[in-house]
């Protein structure tokens, strides 16, 4: 579907592409419109880890906030991530597949 898209965009002269990509560097006035009581020292943090995850500033913000929540009833444990994530192609061979 993509390379019918950009095909038919083609013969306009015209390009589509994405605003942005995972990991790209999102700016400090961005971090700020979408979460406005966010400190200096947090929004660096968001910035400086931005190139080595696909997490939105929204959900980084929440893990900060999580933090600080267990950092100050001070609960003993590690913290482990869990998630992963899978980009496969459906295979029509496969009965689930759609």
Do not use: F, N
């Not at 993509?2 to 592409?17: C, K």
């Not at 660096?44 to 939105?56: A, N, S």
């Not at 933090?67 to 009965?95: F, L, T, W």
């Amino acid at each position: 579907m993509e390379r019918v898209i950009q095909g038919t965009l083609g013969l306009l002269g015209y390009q589509l592409r994405r605003k942005h990509k995972a990991g790209d560097p999102v700016p400090t006035r961005t971090i700020r419109r979408k979460i406005p009581e966010i400190s200096d020292t947090e929004c660096g943090w968001i910035e400086r880890c931005r190139p080595y995850t696909m997490t939105t500033v929204e959900r980084q913000w929440a893990l900060l906030q999580a933090i600080r929540h267990i950092e100050a009833r001070g609960i003993a444990g590690d913290i482990v991530e869990c998630g992963s994530v899978a980009r496969r192609q459906p295979d029509p061979g496969r009965p689930d597949a759609p």
